[in-house]
């Protein structure tokens, strides 16, 4: 993605003046575009095939049972980031992927989840006494199976897409889900309940892992030196440390909800899972698409950082700027009546979301610089502005401020990112400023637009139909500009669009000789 092209050019270059297949400019954006469309997809498919899955089980399992499941899934959750993110990273921001760091890092990741299986056996009475859930011991026994193959089938994932084997990455991985779920399903219609609700995710793991195995044996990695157990141990230990300090501090406001009522928890839950989807869902397909492309060359290209950073930019303003005007009708729709409360936090969680992507990308660009330092700097600037308005909540009992602690925490990590980047000569920051102030404009000019058109119905449903036809007609009046937009301009040098200059050219060279004849 570092490569540049003059976009001014109308006809085809010569065959021996076209860049090589693997030219940053060439296939590499095709790739990189490529791979970030197959993991959305996936990530699509996968969220409408736990929508299916939860539908049907919650006609088979009662309500008490969930409760004990989820329990059990969340004391998983916490151990699952000691044994999931730091391997599968260690793989993705690799300088160069061998076959010796591939096999040491799936070692690793075996014993790591061996690790953490036995440690969930061994809190398996506490979990039961503190929540008093007889139901939620065997239930985390059963769950924690999925440490025996998860840690490495992410690993070997991650292998996959270094060698460039996304489309095959996200096919294991939504196959897994699928029998996983098939599985569970199965189960508990043979009556098998309510265990059988833990079944899915070590069924899914495995098959995972089994599938990436599989391929990974016909791929030709060099062999390289043998790599050093502890530095990669070091490292994974250090990303999955980075990784659960993130989570806890992401989730605090969350958790201080409940002190402010259970009423206020329950709008504030609904809310932050309406934005938090899609930015869970954007972040994951960038940072895998952009981590690898990146640690290729240690992120010391600053045109493929700034394109990669002008990307997340465009899809965080404008696309957060349309759920931030759109989204209290949605949600209100959705929710039905009563939830007026949650609707009306939307717009603050959207640009709470938006702020978060662009953080959460430019912590992937600093794990593919391999730049530690810089990490624990954003982290630390984060979680200290979101404490500052915790604080500031737990003294005014306020929602709202709730809601933007949500806005300041990866507001001020943002800027300790730009400041650092600036100062290890990373990008040029003026540049990007001016990116970040087009993508937002826009996005303004959204979320007016389709919050004005929203407030004229008299209801959510008509709300909704109205603001996006004014979100519709403003796209339509700028479609003349679109030429202006930082991303246009990342797109067209990199080749990503059609250009009729050139298409007209080839139609006039292939009716000459027609017409000659």
Same mark, same amino acid.
């Given at each position: 993605m570092s490569g540049t092209s003059d976009a001014s050019t109308t006809a085809e270059p010569p065959a021996s003046e076209q860049p090589p297949a693997d030219h940053p400019s060439g296939s590499r954006a095709h790739r990189a575009v490529r791979g970030l469309l197959w993991n959305y997809a996936g990530s699509a498919a996968t969220i409408v095939l736990q929508l299916v899955y939860t539908a049907c089980t919650s006609r088979m399992v009662s309500p008490a049972a969930f409760g004990a499941f989820a329990t059990a899934s969340a004391v998983a959750g916490v151990l699952g980031f000691f044994s999931n993110s730091g391997v599968a990273t260690c793989?993705?921001?690799?300088?160069?992927?061998?076959?010796?760091?591939?096999?040491?890092?799936?070692?690793?990741?075996?014993?790591?989840?061996?690790?953490?299986?036995?440690?969930a056996q061994a809190v398996t009475f506490a979990v039961t006494a503190v929540w008093d859930m007889p139901e939620a011991g065997p239930m985390l026994r059963l769950v924690s199976c999925q440490f025996l193959s998860l840690p490495a089938g992410l690993a070997a994932a991650a292998a996959l897409r270094r060698c460039g084997l996304t489309p095959q990455a996200v096919r294991l991985e939504l196959v897994g889900h699928t029998v996983g779920a098939a599985a569970s399903?199965?189960?508990?219609?043979?009556?098998?309940?309510?265990?059988?609700?833990?079944?899915?995710?070590?069924v899914g793991s495995a098959v995972l892992l089994a599938g990436a195995l599989w391929l990974l044996r016909g791929q030709n990695l060099p062999e390289g030196s043998r790599p050093k157990v502890r530095g990669l141990v070091d490292a994974s230990?250090?990303?999955?440390?980075?990784?659960?300090?993130?989570?806890?501090?992401?989730?605090?406001?969350?958790?201080?909800?409940?002190?402010?009522?259970?009423?206020?928890?329950?709008h504030y839950s609904r809310a932050s899972l309406f934005t938090g989807l899609p930015l869970t869902v954007l972040a994951r397909g960038i940072s895998l698409t952009s981590t690898p492309a990146l640690a290729a060359d240690r992120g010391r290209s600053r045109q493929a950082v700034s394109d990669v950073l002008c990307l997340t930019s465009a899809i965080a303003f404008i696309g957060f700027g349309a759920v931030a005007g759109l989204g209290p009708s949605a949600l209100n729709l959705l929710l039905g009546p009563g939830w007026d409360t949650a609707a009306a936090l939307v717009p603050l969680l959207a640009v709470a979301s938006a702020l978060t992507l662009l953080t959460s990308v430019g912590d992937?660009?600093?794990?593919?610089?391999?730049?530690?330092?810089? $990490? !624990?700097?954003?982290? +630390?600037?984060?979680?200290? *502005?979101? &404490?500052?308005? #915790?604080?500031?909540?737990?003294?005014?009992h306020s929602l709202t401020l709730l809601a933007?602690?949500?806005?300041?925490?990866?507001?001020?990590?943002?800027?300790?990112? $730009? !400041?650092?980047?600036? +100062?290890?000569?990373?990008? *040029?920051? &003026?540049?990007? #400023?001016?990116?970040?102030?087009?993508h937002l404009a826009a996005g303004a000019a959204l979320a007016l637009a389709a919050y004005g058109g929203a407030a004229a119905g008299d209801t959510p449903f008509h709300g909704l139909l109205l603001g996006t036809a004014a979100l519709l007609a403003v796209l339509v009046c700028a479609l003349p500009l679109r030429a202006r937009l930082p991303l246009y301009t990342v797109a067209e040098r990199h080749g990503l669009l059609p250009r009729p200059s050139t298409w007209s050219i080839r139609g006039q060279s292939a009716a000459r000789p027609a017409r000659q004849q």
């Open positions: 793989l993705l921001t690799a300088e160069r992927l061998t076959r010796s760091l591939t096999a040491m890092a799936l070692r690793i990741g075996a014993v790591s989840g061996v690790l953490c299986f036995l440690a399903l199965g189960l508990l219609a043979a009556g098998w309940s309510p265990l059988a609700l833990a079944v899915s995710a070590p230990g250090f990303f999955s440390g980075f990784s659960l300090t993130q989570y806890v501090f992401n989730s605090a406001p969350l958790w201080l909800a409940g002190r402010l009522g259970a009423s206020a928890a329950g992937s660009v600093n794990q593919a610089r391999d730049d530690r330092r810089s $990490l !624990l700097v954003t982290q +630390a600037w984060t979680a200290s *502005a979101i &404490a500052v308005t #915790l604080a500031a909540v737990v003294a005014r933007a602690a949500t806005v300041s925490g990866p507001l001020v990590g943002h800027v300790a990112q $730009l !400041l650092r980047w600036r +100062a290890h000569g990373v990008i *040029a920051l &003026a540049p990007l #400023l001016r990116v970040h102030a087009t």
